[in-house]
């Protein structure tokens, strides 16, 4: 499968379908009339919003605050809508990467199709014909609303049981610290 590169998209979202405690969530990207979905783990996506962050606050502080990096989300970019429909899951994604294209100032995020026994030495964008690749080339601004609005998605699933804060079930929870096993 080729490399399926949005440079610049015009929405690049994580967003999940479903109920809490039984969502599947997704990378989209669309330009114009294309656009392309990839599945991950919740914990991907956490992750990929915590590194988006770390990476944005890193190009801030090497610059001394001269990168077009801004500190928070600019409010025309906040995107707190669905996405869009049908979501077809082009392939599962499986490793992913960041970089700072400092030459163009933006954001490069790609993400690669899990691949059978995923191999540990692998780099992202390997030259493998029958790998699929998300690329992504997002401005610094771009990438702190995908970041806030990833970390909103995940943070809306199941609420937290107030005594021990795992999930709560829609079929009920059988809370540890009433049972006496937490302290």
Same mark, same amino acid.
């Given at each position: 499968?080729?490399?399926?590169?949005?440079?610049?998209?015009?929405?690049?979202?994580?967003?999940?379908?479903?109920?809490?405690?039984?969502?599947?969530?997704?990378?989209?990207?669309?330009?114009?009339?294309?656009?392309?979905?990839?599945?991950?783990?919740?914990?991907?996506?956490?992750?990929?919003?915590?590194?988006?962050?770390?990476?944005?606050?890193?190009?801030?502080?090497?610059?001394?605050?001269?990168?077009? =990096?801004? *500190?928070?989300? &600019?409010?025309?970019?906040?995107?707190?809508? +669905? %996405? #869009?429909?049908?979501?077809?899951?082009?392939?599962?994604?499986?490793?992913?990467?960041?970089?700072?294209?400092?030459?163009?100032?933006?954001?490069?995020?790609?993400?690669?199709?899990?691949?059978?026994?995923?191999?540990?030495?692998?780099?992202?964008?390997?030259?493998?014909?029958?790998?699929?690749?998300?690329?992504?080339?997002?401005?610094?601004?771009?990438?702190?609303?995908?970041?806030?609005?990833?970390?909103?998605? =995940?943070? *809306?699933?199941? &609420?937290?049981?107030?005594?021990?804060?795992? +999930? %709560? #079930?829609?079929?009920?929870?059988?809370?540890?610290?009433?049972?006496?096993?937490?302290?």
């Amino acid at each position: 499968m080729p490399v399926i590169s949005y440079d610049p998209p015009d929405r690049f979202v994580a967003g999940a379908v479903g109920r809490p405690g039984d969502r599947a969530f997704y990378l989209q990207a669309r330009s114009g009339r294309r656009v392309t979905s990839v599945g991950l783990e919740k914990f991907q996506v956490t992750l990929l919003a915590e590194r988006l962050e770390e990476l944005l606050d890193e190009v801030l502080r090497r610059s001394g605050g001269d990168a077009p =990096v801004p *500190a928070v989300t &600019p409010s025309e970019l906040r995107d707190d809508g +669905p %996405l #869009d429909q049908p979501v077809e899951e082009e392939f599962k994604v499986g490793t992913m990467a960041l970089a700072w294209d400092p030459d163009d100032e933006q954001v490069v995020i790609e993400a690669q199709e899990v691949t059978e026994g995923e191999d540990e030495d692998a780099e992202v964008g390997d030259d493998d014909p029958a790998i699929a690749v998300l690329r992504v080339r997002i401005s610094a601004a771009q990438a702190r609303a995908f970041a806030e609005r990833a970390l909103k998605v =995940v943070a *809306a699933g199941r &609420p937290p049981c107030p005594l021990c804060g795992l +999930p %709560l #079930d829609t079929e009920g929870h059988v809370c540890p610290r009433q049972n006496g096993y937490l302290g």
